[in-house]
């Protein structure tokens, strides 16, 4: 099937899951954009062009190199780049999702075709007239979009995780995340020239407020001992993904939906990789990052169980 507004390939229509194979698929497709966005990004430095923010990569028509590409090596490599990475992730108007074209605030005045359903900080929230949700992040004093976590190491052994504004591709390791934790899927419709990403995800029934979201969440989220980590989120889990480790936070009640089907996922996190230049300050992290990779039951300390500690 079609995505209404692109007319792109999509697995998302209304409040079905969509097929194990075809969500192992959209895996994938994450992967090729971020592998895409990378190549674009180092043959941009190679052209002396700022990689850091990254939106104006991010936005960048096909045609955007198209008269020094002609001078061949990194100019022609730059528009195959760009290429490349656009076939993952079109550039599409907002006017196209039925939201005013002359406005200085489109999304706040509403789309002709989509149904304002919510939002918070990050991105608002619409519904269309089969149900599936499209997401508009928004990008945060023009550069940054969505949120990630700052580390500070800490004297005491403690591994400390702020949420901060993120880049264009925290976003995307963000929605990549997602999908491979088990949460809800999540398609990357497109972003329009002004740096609003458009997702899509299956529509979810929201849970009562207040409701203890710990035991609802994915097998493949390791809680985190408090020896070593503070957080400025709910419900701080390891994860790992893509042979990282992950810090995958903010998981409560407005983040987690039930499905159809009866099974409850995840629609948003806060999540940022566990880089080496942090972990590298905290021996007994490591250690435990090591052999929780392995067994995901293993105690902190080799010689403890979680609970004598």
Known sequence: ?????????????????????????????????LEAFDRLREAAAECGIGTDPDRDLLVLPEDAVSLLEGTGGAWAELGDAIRAFRATLPLLPLDLFGFPAESEDSLAEGSSV????????????????????????????GQWIGATFRYEPDEDQVLRAEACPGSYRDLLEKLDVINAIGGMPTEVVGVTPEGVLVVKQVLGERLPEGTDTCPLLPPSLIPWPS??????????????????AWLVADTHDRNVVRVADGSVRIIDIVAAPVIGMVTG?????????ARVRIDPQAPLLVSASDDEL
């Open 1 to 33: 099937m079609q995505d209404y507004f692109s007319g792109r390939p999509s697995i998302i229509k209304g409040s079905q899951l969509p097929e194990t194979a075809a969500q192992e698929c959209l895996l994938h497709d994450h992967g090729r954009r």
């Open 114 to 141: 989509l149904r304002h359903i919510g939002g918070g900080v990050e991105a608002w929230a619409f519904q269309d007239r089969e149900d599936s949700i499209y997401k508009f992040f928004r990008p945060i004093e």
């Open 227 to 244: 020896r070593f980590l503070r957080c400025d989120r709910d419900h701080p889990r390891l994860a790992f993904v893509r042979d990282r």
């Open 281 to 289: 300050h905290h021996p007994l992290l490591l250690d435990w990052l």
